[in-house]
């Protein structure tokens, strides 16, 4: 509740009152342009102060997050705090584009975790071209031998889509990239599978450039049965 956060305020601004005005200048430096990211991570400040609250009680001495937005943070904020030691992971939303705060958190975090040496490359204008803070785990890649599954060549040629509906991931590129296939007159089929904000948008693209006898949706489909 509000109030509870208000007392968890008033409760560090007793201890820590220069972590307090440090925490509550940042918010003077945020700006509005990617308000839906930016709001988080203001509402995410003022949340940090019963959240490190808590770390003190169950005695936890280092932190990691999963993301490099509202989740670090927070715990940013809680190193701020206490000196408690904080990690966090960068990895696709949440650093395209960054946050305000993402220089600070990245110079104060003992590491970065981040997924590809894109990202690696991206943060480390943050940290003025040094690497050493930076850890890529490349995620998302089965364990387990694959064997090569046989390609026919011929057509109608199979285009498969998988991912999340969103902007960024390019599909209304790959069908007006179609386009101009079924212009060249090849023969061939997409099957989209995934979910996201934009299928709609999607669908009514595939309408407008006339491409819906060509194009299946699939729903989101598990890992094991790509």
């Given at each position: 509740s509000l109030r509870r956060l208000a007392g968890r305020l008033a409760y560090w601004w007793r201890r820590k009152p220069d972590a307090v005005k440090h925490i509550s200048g940042a918010l003077r430096e945020l700006h509005w342009r990617h308000l839906k990211k930016n709001a988080e991570s203001a509402w995410?400040?003022?949340v940090s102060f019963e959240l490190t609250r808590r770390f003190e009680e169950d005695a936890i001495e280092r932190v990691h997050?999963?993301?490099?937005?509202?989740?670090?943070?927070?715990?940013?904020?809680?190193?701020?705090?206490?000196?408690?030691l904080f990690s966090f992971t960068a990895r696709a939303w949440d650093i395209y584009p960054q946050d305000w705060l993402i220089r600070a958190k990245i110079l104060d975090a003992v590491l970065v975790r981040t997924e590809t040496a894109?990202?690696?490359?991206?943060?480390s204008i943050y940290t003025d071209g040094?690497?050493?803070?930076?850890?890529?785990?490349?995620?998302?890649?089965?364990l387990r031998a694959e064997r090569d599954s046989a390609v026919a060549m011929r057509a109608p040629y199979r285009i498969l889509a998988v991912g999340h509906f969103v902007r960024k991931k390019g599909f209304d590129q790959l069908l007006m990239a179609s386009r101009i296939l079924a212009d060249a007159g090849i023969d061939f089929r997409i099957d989209f599978a995934g979910y996201g904000l934009l299928r709609w948008q999607l669908k009514w693209l595939i309408y407008r450039i006339k491409?819906?006898?060509?194009?299946?949706?699939?729903?989101?489909v598990r890992h094991e049965r790509r």
């Amino acid at each position: 509740s509000l109030r509870r956060l208000a007392g968890r305020l008033a409760y560090w601004w007793r201890r820590k009152p220069d972590a307090v005005k440090h925490i509550s200048g940042a918010l003077r430096e945020l700006h509005w342009r990617h308000l839906k990211k930016n709001a988080e991570s203001a509402w995410v400040l003022l949340v940090s102060f019963e959240l490190t609250r808590r770390f003190e009680e169950d005695a936890i001495e280092r932190v990691h997050t999963p993301w490099a937005c509202g989740c670090a943070t927070a715990v940013w904020a809680a190193s701020k705090l206490t000196g408690r030691l904080f990690s966090f992971t960068a990895r696709a939303w949440d650093i395209y584009p960054q946050d305000w705060l993402i220089r600070a958190k990245i110079l104060d975090a003992v590491l970065v975790r981040t997924e590809t040496a894109a990202n690696v490359r991206h943060l480390s204008i943050y940290t003025d071209g040094a690497f050493e803070k930076f850890h890529a785990t490349y995620n998302g890649v089965p364990l387990r031998a694959e064997r090569d599954s046989a390609v026919a060549m011929r057509a109608p040629y199979r285009i498969l889509a998988v991912g999340h509906f969103v902007r960024k991931k390019g599909f209304d590129q790959l069908l007006m990239a179609s386009r101009i296939l079924a212009d060249a007159g090849i023969d061939f089929r997409i099957d989209f599978a995934g979910y996201g904000l934009l299928r709609w948008q999607l669908k009514w693209l595939i309408y407008r450039i006339k491409l819906s006898d060509r194009v299946h949706f699939h729903r989101f489909v598990r890992h094991e049965r790509r």
